[in-house]
């Protein structure tokens, strides 16, 4: 039994950096991550928009039913929201269900502009949870205002594959508290490889933990501003993390994870053997490999 406060939370993001997993290897490995004793940690796999037609060559129309059950899609959309009409259109036309559309602000538009065009194609598709990504810039307020006003969800950007992609304490801290006030649920994506925040051994980026990122938001929920927030992020003692995480009661996991959605990770493999190393899941013998 998966926890609550783990409950879908790792997006299976294995075609993206660093990973790079073929669609048509991340697939069959989707799959067998759903059906594997750790299961209940994984979300939908997340492919990008220009991949939907190598996936039609890779799952049966005839198993739709089938797949539609076990295989739920993320969709990210890398720019202006035209492209939305022919996503959902070759969504449509695959076995699967769409959890999803994961939509970037676009640079040097005007947030109000992008919004406007967002709702008018996503008339379409009531249903579908939209992810808005939060730019870095002078657009940041608007954006989050615009995704409560709109109901959209937003995506915060955590890492990359440069360092300038990482957002520090005080900034990611400044987001949670924003996002938190203005009562919009997130998810996070990239550079969340471990639970606890630590420097990367390969590269010497300095990578926030996803159990950090659940932390500072319990905090903030609980009326903790932005310093104390990046406190949290900052800690990096596993076993300080892992008494905190353990220590959140029935409410207080539910309001955290009413808020912070998910994360995507090119590797289910390593929050799963984290979470596992930690003490705050069991999975006896199916940690992948």
């Known amino acids: 039994m998966i926890p609550a406060l783990f409950a879908r939370l790792c997006d299976d993001a294995a075609v993206f950096p660093p990973g790079r997993m073929p669609l048509r290897d991340a697939v069959p490995a989707h799959l ?11 979300g939908p796999l997340v492919v990008p928009a220009d991949a939907l037609s190598e996936l039609r060559t890779l799952l049966d129309p005839a198993d739709r039913l089938d797949h539609a059950e076990r295989l739920d899609l993320a969709v990210t959309l890398p720019a202006w929201p035209r492209l939305v009409p022919s996503v959902l ?6 076995p699967v269900r769409l959890d999803a559309l994961e939509v970037a602000m676009p640079e040097a538009y005007e947030t109000v502009k992008v919004f406007a065009a967002l709702e008018r194609t996503l008339d379409a598709c009531p249903d579908t949870a939209v992810f ?24 915060l950007r955590t890492g990359g594959m440069s360092a300038d992609l990482y957002p520090g304490e005080a900034e990611l801290a400044g987001r949670i508290t924003a996002l938190v006030d203005a009562g919009v649920p997130f998810k996070a994506t990239a550079g969340l490889h471990h639970g606890v925040r ?22 903030a929920l609980r009326g903790a501003g932005a310093q104390a927030l990046a406190t949290v992020l900052a800690e990096r003692d596993a076993g300080t993390i892992a008494r905190r995480i353990a220590g959140l009661d029935g409410d207080a996991v539910a309001a955290v994870r009413a808020r912070f959605l998910s994360f995507g990770t090119c590797s289910i493999r390593e929050p799963v053997e984290d979470l596992v190393e930690l003490g705050l899941v069991r999975v006896g013998d199916g940690v992948p490999r």
Do not use: M, W
């Open 198 to 219: 630590n420097t990367d051994l390969a590269t010497g980026f300095e990578q926030h933990g996803f159990l950090n990122l659940l932390l500072a938001v319990d905090a």
């Open 132 to 155: 808005v990504e939060i730019p870095r810039d002078d657009r940041v307020g608007d954006s989050i205002a615009e995704c409560a006003r709109h109901g959209y969800r937003a995506k």
């Open 89 to 94: 259109a070759g969504v449509a036309a695959l």
């Open 32 to 42: 067998r991550h759903r059906t594997a004793r750790y299961g209940g940690l994984v």
